[in-house]
């Protein structure tokens, strides 16, 4: 984080943390494997960050803002592969074992070390100018839904349909840069139900039964017209986007100003009232979050909030899937990773909507 306060732990998180939580949801390794020897999952991953690293230079290559990008790209390719090579000969190397917080932490910090801040800058406000543009569109179908499960199931599909625009995921990064994404067709093209993980029935039932004060949820522009429904009954939103850039996620700056874009002159989000919209700097710098540390900011604005929502593949599924709270949770996002479509027993593209409701509440 660029500000130097300290960073704390999410306070909603059910404690004690050191036991109760851990960031990744897929274990590279047990107790029992030798820690000087690589572990299948651990080559397995490890190969799908090394198979990333073209597109991350073609990134880097195309970045204007960077002089000598071209060969700051190469040494970026270079560093990366070396450190992950050495990850297979040595998990204990460069601060390992390696789990997916730590291999998307070296990535960023390699390419911020050589001077690219944000080598996804041009395609994401491309794509979030697209994202504006529909969002009318996409607010105008919602509310031809009646109010109901219909209604809350088509703005589910609206999330998953943000979330497939990600270019981390060496093939989503190919498909994207061959024809773009439709995020109407999206939408209407999502795997059929039930999902890998599917508690969306159960959610619509609490959702007709019950509404919440305060809602704290992690974003990508999918997830605006959620948000926009749980201000319309009359929830108080905490929005929290990343400090700095990393792959496509929108920052805390350009979350404020696509908020901005969007409010009409009355500062309306398509006829609901954005009083109760707040929004928080994470404090993170990843496109996976580890909630042991996140900022004072954020963890004071959602301190009381009796619901939590985290969504993408990143935050919702790589980590974070099994994270407990002292609150109900929802889990959203689309499996973009063979890998993880493995580790869950699900297919490519799958969607996740885990739904956790505390009883005592």
Same mark, same amino acid.
């Given at each position: 984080m660029e500000s130097d306060s300290e960073m704390v732990a999410f306070p909603l998180l059910l404690t004690p943390i050191e036991s109760n939580y851990r960031a990744c949801t897929i274990p590279y390794r047990f107790p029992s494997d030798n820690p000087r020897k690589a572990t299948?999952?651990?080559?397995?991953?490890?190969?799908?960050?090394?198979?990333?690293?073209?597109?991350?230079?073609?990134?880097?290559?195309?970045?204007?803002?960077?002089?000598? /990008? *071209?060969?700051? $790209? &190469?040494? =970026?390719?270079?560093?990366?592969?070396?450190? %992950?090579?050495?990850?297979?000969?040595?998990?204990?190397?460069?601060?390992g074992p390696p789990d997916c917080v730590l291999l998307c932490r070296l990535r960023e910090q390699i390419l911020r070390e050589l001077g690219f801040r944000d080598i996804f800058k041009k395609v994401k406000d491309e794509e979030n100018a697209k994202a504006i543009s529909l969002f009318k569109e996409v607010i105008r179908l919602n509310d031809s839904f009646e109010e109901g499960p219909k209604r809350l199931e088509n703005l589910a599909r609206g999330i998953?349909?943000?979330?497939?625009?990600?270019?981390? /995921? *060496?093939?989503? $990064? &190919?498909? =994207?840069?061959?024809?773009?994404?439709?995020? %109407?067709?999206?939408?209407?093209?999502?795997?059929?139900?039930p999902w890998v993980v599917d508690d969306l029935d159960s959610f619509k039932v609490r959702w007709s039964k019950k509404s919440w004060k305060k809602a704290s949820a992690d974003i990508i522009l999918g997830i605006l017209p959620f948000a926009r429904e749980l201000l319309r009954r009359g929830t108080q939103v905490v929005l929290a986007a990343n400090d700095l850039p990393s792959i496509n996620d929108v920052t805390y700056h350009e979350l404020i100003e696509i908020i901005s874009k969007l409010k009409d002159e009355k500062g309306m989000l398509e006829g609901v009232d954005t009083s109760n919209l707040l929004i928080a700097n994470s404090g993170n710098d990843l496109p996976v979050i580890d909630l042991a540390s996140v900022s004072q900011e954020l963890a004071y604005l959602a301190s009381d909030a009796d619901l939590v929502?985290?969504?993408?593949?990143?935050?919702?599924?790589?980590?974070?899937?099994?994270?407990?709270?002292?609150?109900?949770?929802?889990?959203?996002?689309?499996?973009?990773?063979?890998?993880?479509?493995?580790?869950?027993?699900?297919?490519?593209?799958?969607?996740?909507f885990k739904y956790n409701e505390v009883s005592s509440q």
């Open positions: 299948p999952t651990e080559l397995q991953w490890i190969d799908l960050f090394l198979n990333s690293i073209p597109s991350f230079k073609k990134r880097a290559e195309a970045d204007d803002t960077v002089s000598d /990008s *071209a060969a700051r $790209a &190469e040494k =970026f390719a270079q560093r990366y592969s070396e450190i %992950l090579e050495d990850f297979k000969k040595d998990p204990e190397s460069h601060g998953f349909a943000g979330n497939i625009f990600d270019l981390g /995921s *060496a093939q989503l $990064a &190919e498909v =994207f840069s061959r024809d773009g994404m439709s995020f %109407l067709a999206s939408c209407q093209n999502l795997v059929p139900r929502v985290l969504e993408g593949m990143g935050r919702g599924i790589e980590t974070n899937l099994y994270a407990q709270f002292k609150c109900d949770s929802v889990k959203i996002g689309m499996v973009k990773h063979p890998e993880v479509a493995q580790f869950l027993g699900g297919r490519l593209y799958d969607c996740v």
